[in-house]
């Protein structure tokens, strides 16, 4: 974003708010994820990337309450009592912000009453965790009402306020991607214990589109809560056989194979895609460090087979653009990448062949669906900070 919208937005917030202080600017990026999907909730690994978009918000104290936040992409305003943030919940984006206020309420004490203005450049219901980044964008700029969170405290006080106040029970990986990304690194995160490490995205002459399919993922709350619910029936079958685990983030394949004639069909399915899933991305970090591409590029088509054929959450949109997207020449690999039933594939593909990759696929993708696809190159970005 340039520093003559930053000004503009900087007027907005003074005509908006009044005169006083300078607010300060806060930044937290969008997310997506290369490998290590519907493993989070299951305490396994994920290795997502921030990327160059995402949300800003503009934040400073007020004398009294209430505190104010409006919205510049949805153009809506919310007020609520600092005190006693937890009594306003209203069922729109106002409540992803509101929820951090809420969560730091509670663990900290009531933060003082504040004024913010948010904007951004994040496409909303994209799959590219909107949400997340205006959770952590909140948490983040809460710094500047004295409220000093580490980017781990901040990523956490995030994904509460969505499990405990938005109500959505999603896993940590966009909350953990959003906070603490880095430049020209993945962050390999292994759910179960929150430790981490960031995987360089070394790999010359390569290049992450992320191509959306045009359609709003519907379906998503019930059956990704579903998803959860069948992988804990499975855990808990599969500990019958090899003993207590955790999760099934900690169920090696030899386990799993010795386990799986004791599982009905559909428990069956979903343990295998999270304890595979789990062993690709620990092999997709050996390909990045050796560099290779290719090798990376097939475990997300195994991924995204997993996804369709196991796990069940890919949709017809999705398998049309990936196969599209494998068709075309250049493209080492391409899988659904979040949630899944709509949303964006992920396509890893030779930088040279980016722009005839762009020009020939809108066109076949809209032939074999009847949807407007958009695209997005990418690269592995920051995380969340004051700008
Ligand atoms: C959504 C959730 C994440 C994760 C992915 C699937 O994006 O927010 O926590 O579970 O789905 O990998």
């Not at 999907?37 to 997502?48: I, M, Q, R």
């Not at 153009?75 to 209203?90: I, K, Q």
């Not at 909303?124 to 909107?130: R, T």
Request: net charge negative; charged share 25%; hydrophobic share 40%.
């Amino acid at each position: 974003m340039k520093a003559r919208e930053f000004a503009e937005r900087r007027r907005e917030f003074a005509a908006r708010f009044g005169s006083g202080d300078e607010p300060r600017l806060y930044f937290a990026p969008g997310r997506v994820n290369l490998i290590g999907e519907h493993t989070d909730y299951n305490g396994g690994l994920v290795l997502p990337l921030a990327i160059e978009r995402g949300t800003y918000v503009l934040m400073r104290r007020r004398e009294a309450p209430p505190t104010r936040l409006y919205s510049a992409v949805t153009s809506l305003e919310a007020e609520f009592d600092p005190r006693e943030p937890g009594a306003a919940r209203r069922g729109d984006w106002a409540d992803y912000a509101i929820g951090v206020f809420s969560i730091l309420a509670r663990e900290r004490g009531a933060p003082p009453p504040c004024e913010a203005l948010y904007f951004g450049d994040l496409p909303l219901e994209a799959g590219l965790s909107s949400s997340a980044s205006l959770e952590v964008a909140t948490a983040v700029a809460a710094s500047s009402l004295g409220i000093a969170l580490s980017p781990e405290e901040a990523a956490r006080v995030a994904w509460r306020a969505e499990n405990e106040f938005v109500g959505m029970e999603c896993g940590i990986m966009d909350q953990y991607a959003v906070a603490l990304g880095r430049e020209g690194h993945l962050l390999l995160l292994d759910c179960g214990t929150l430790a981490y490490r960031h995987v360089p995205f070394d790999l010359p002459g390569a290049s992450l589109v992320v191509s959306h399919t045009g359609l709003r993922r519907s379906l998503l709350a019930s059956e990704y809560n579903l998803r959860r619910r069948e992988c804990e029936q499975a855990l808990s079958l599969i500990a019958g056989v090899v003993g207590e685990r955790e999760n099934l983030g900690a169920v090696s394949p030899e386990e799993f194979e010795a386990a799986k004639d004791v599982l009905p069909e559909v428990p069956r399915m979903r343990a295998e895609h999270v304890v595979y899933e789990n062993a690709r991305v620990r092999e997709a970090c050996a390909a990045l460090a050796a560099g290779d591409p290719e090798e990376l590029g097939l475990l997300l088509n195994r991924s995204h087979a997993s996804l369709r054929d196991l796990f069940q959450v890919s949709c017809p949109e999705l398998d049309a653009l990936q196969e599209i997207s494998l068709r075309q020449p250049g493209v080492w690999g391409c899988r659904m990448t979040g949630a899944g039933f709509g949303g964006c594939v992920i396509v890893l593909l030779e930088e040279e062949a980016l722009a005839a990759y762009l020009d020939t696929v809108p066109e076949l993708y809209r032939r074999a669906t009847g949807r407007e696809p958009s695209f997005l190159a990418v690269s592995p970005s920051a995380g969340a900070r004051p700008l």
